[in-house]
């Protein structure tokens, strides 16, 4: 800790010193007649350097949140999002996704969790008037292979999922180049990457998106039902390094979640079910939904495209016929509602339109 | 006076020893001494000794608050003089014997999504609402520790706070309060600080008091949440519930030096018992004695419930609420009688004293 940045007399500075009293957080961790009775100053100098101490360490001012309405805080920019590349989804989001934060994505298999992530890749390097952020994105794959052949598919009919952004500029876009994509097999080699390698593209300002797809794999599989404590413990290690990029950086995090069954009492009474009737639940408990800023769960639903919208199913980008459901399970700005999705060969796209039965 | 005990004064542990181990037991027996014979007699420095004999000489008016007498009576009165920030939520206002007491901690538990972030954004809109709407006029201060505080949603809270002030307007005195009850003015007088671990907000907190004393119109602090730094990077868990205890003495302290009202959200986390698990405040069991009151937010199916847990001077008690576009709110009841116009707006304001003698109007739901 640097004390020639905080002015104190030399003397308490050097009672401190002496006192083998090294960084500021140990100076605001101990209690004033604790630190008294170490560094045997006055009442007074130990009350003055805990104040300066303090100022030093929180160097950002009050704002209001007036300020904050307007744009003037630099350090916190709100009203920027993250679109999702289409506009039904978006409104559900009021916007996209906000920057600073980890959203989660949690869905069983083929809900369409990782058509959405690879849609935010895309859509995060566009320029901010269509709702990017002017950088590429870190992929981090712990499952499956990433499917790159599905990417190259989406990236070259971005220009046909996003017709409001002019063609030159999508074409001046090389999207593939700018996705990052890292992959992790254990725990460890997680913390690794987000601990190293993301932090230098990040602040080189290559990416502006982490994507980790998927969490649950990983700390379901090396954590057994009695390692619950250790497990817990690893979970809020790693919500903590996401959040500390997330706002270092400027950078929204998307986090991937499988779902479990729903069992027993205790699951109601915990859990949060949304609008739709549901019987699975996000893994990986409340340790992990307490770090979440907005949770999300997709689904799919009995609807088939056909059926339903017969208009829409005909034309010939839309594949997988099954409409799919996204949910904002809770968010601080957003009230619990969802919408209806699908995933056609350019990407995904909300459906205003509701089922007829 | 020259009777009292030299332990009775707040003076640095090792001092005291010092003082007592070399016979000063009385302040009688202190205040006639120099500074410097204080020091040699006793084995302090002259500093310290000096500070010894400035306390003990002051006069009983200039000794702190705490020393002076007051009557049981009193202490009431001022206690009911400092007011309470409401809810928004009737029923919850109601077991709280009038809203969120200033002057107190107030402790706001829950799980994800259930709406702790959404009461505390309430209560810093509704702190401001001017006194004769039955508010207490005041600022509020917002410290965030997880990010969840978005500017959007205050806008939205704020706006149906003064719409709902704007539609039960009467007289010309409310008119002129509303002149300056602006969601632009709600805005500008909520101050947000944000901090990101623990080291920040211990350091936010030392800060806390001269701002507070900068800006004496603050009736409400609100730390969203106090669990989220805490729950992570602690090897040592008896330092963790050291720097927590540390702190809910400086929040108390805060909370009534300054007449604030201060709300500290915590997260839930599970307790394994022996055949079934269960939903706990998290930080600790000491923790549970930190702040004066304890509500909790929790889901029963899908409706939304708060229970008043501890509490110094209310029952136990657990009513229902929602959270709507405009805020926190009542669960309406579907009694067709009693429904008022406009659903989304609660009466809740209007249960709240009036200056006037306007009594019971029945058009006022």
């Not at chain 2, 002259?46 to 010894?52: G, K, M, T």
């Not at chain 2, 002051?58 to 009165?77: D, F, I, K, N, V």
Request: with cysteine; glycine share 6%; charged share 20%.
């Amino acid at each position: 800790m640097d004390w020639d940045q905080v002015e104190l007399n030399p003397k308490v500075v050097h009672a401190v010193k002496r006192a083998n009293v090294k960084t500021f957080r140990e100076v605001l961790s101990l209690s004033g007649p604790d630190l008294q009775r170490l560094t045997k100053l006055s009442h007074a100098d130990v009350h003055h350097l805990q104040k300066t101490v303090a100022a030093a360490v929180q160097t950002d001012p009050a704002v209001t949140a007036l300020q904050l309405y307007r744009g003037e805080c630099l350090f916190l920019e709100q009203h920027q999002k993250l679109s999702l590349g289409c506009p039904v989804l978006d409104s559900l989001l009021r916007g996209g996704i906000p920057l600073l934060g980890i959203v989660e994505i949690a869905g069983e298999s083929s809900a369409g969790k990782t058509q959405i992530c690879m849609q935010l890749c895309l859509s995060v390097q566009y320029p901010r008037k269509y709702g990017g952020l002017e950088a590429g994105a870190v992929y981090i794959c712990t499952e499956d292979t990433f499917p790159t052949k599905r990417l190259q598919q989406l990236s070259s009919l971005q220009h046909k999922l996003r017709p409001e952004v002019p063609a030159d500029v999508v074409k001046s876009i090389t999207f593939c180049d700018n996705i990052y994509i890292e992959h992790a097999g254990d725990v460890d080699s997680l913390n690794s990457c987000i601990s190293k390698r993301v932090p230098i593209l990040l602040s080189r300002g290559l990416v502006r998106l982490v994507v980790v797809d998927s969490i649950a794999a990983l700390f379901r599989c090396e954590f057994e039902a009695k390692d619950a404590l250790l497990r817990a413990k690893h979970l809020l290690a790693f919500g903590a390094t996401l959040h500390s990029l997330s706002h270092r950086f400027k950078t929204p995090i998307v986090c991937v979640n499988q779902v479990a069954d729903a069992v027993g009492d205790f699951d109601l009474v915990q859990s949060n079910f949304g609008l739709l009737d549901k019987k699975v639940l996000p893994t990986l408990g409340i340790t992990w939904s307490n770090q979440l800023l907005i949770r999300l769960m997709v689904s799919r639903t009995r609807f088939s495209l056909q059926e339903w919208l017969p208009g829409l199913a005909a034309q010939p980008w839309h594949l997988g016929s099954v409409v799919r459901t996204m949910e904002v399970v809770f968010a601080p700005h957003l009230p619990q509602s969802f919408c209806y999705y699908t995933v056609s060969i350019d990407g995904v796209r909300g459906v205003k339109e509701e089922p007829a039965s | 006076m020259m009777q009292r005990d030299v332990a009775s004064f707040a003076f640095a542990p090792a001092v005291k020893v010092r003082l007592i181990s070399a016979g000063f037991l009385t302040a009688k027996d202190i205040c006639d001494l120099r500074p410097t014979e204080l020091s040699k007699e006793a084995g302090i420095s002259q500093q310290e000794a000096l500070e010894v004999l400035q306390e003990v000489r002051r006069g009983p008016a200039e000794q702190g608050a705490a020393e002076s007498r007051l009557t049981a009576l009193e202490l009431l009165e001022r206690e009911q003089a400092l007011g309470t920030v409401i809810t928004f939520c009737s029923a919850l206002d109601q077991a709280l014997g009038g809203g969120i007491p200033v002057g107190k901690t107030t402790e706001i538990c829950g799980a994800p999504g259930v709406g702790k972030t959404q009461l505390c954004i309430q209560l810093a809109v509704d702190a401001q609402i001017p006194g004769c709407f039955g508010g207490l006029g005041g600022q509020a201060v917002y410290i965030d520790t997880e990010g969840s505080f978005l500017v959007e949603r205050v806008v939205d809270v704020a706006t149906a706070a003064v719409q709902h002030c704007t539609l039960i307007t009467k007289d010309t005195e409310q008119r002129e309060a509303l002149q300056s009850f602006t969601v632009e003015t709600v805005l500008s007088q909520l101050f947000l600080f944000r901090c990101h671990d623990y080291v920040e907000l211990l350091a936010q907190t030392h800060l806390l008091p001269d701002f507070l004393s900068q800006h004496p119109k603050v009736r409400l602090v609100v730390i969203d949440s106090i669990a989220f730094p805490f729950r992570h990077s602690f090897e040592d868990l008896s330092l963790r519930t050291r720097l927590l205890n540390g702190l809910a003495q400086q929040l108390t302290q805060i909370a009534s030096q300054h007449s604030v009202a201060v709300v500290l959200t915590n997260q839930m986390t599970t307790r394994i018992g022996q055949n079934q698990s269960m939903l706990v405040p998290a930080l600790g069991e000491s923790w549970g004695h930190a702040a004066t009151q304890r509500l909790i937010l929790h889901w029963e199916g899908k409706h939304r419930f708060a229970s008043l847990y501890k509490s110094p001077s209310q029952r136990e008690a657990t009513v229902p609420y929602q959270i709507t576009p405009h805020g926190f709110r009542d669960v309406q009841l579907p009694d067709p009688s009693v429904t008022p116009a406009d659903p989304s707006l609660t009466p809740s304001l209007n249960s709240r004293k009036r200056p006037r003698g306007e009594e019971g109007d029945p058009s006022d739901a």
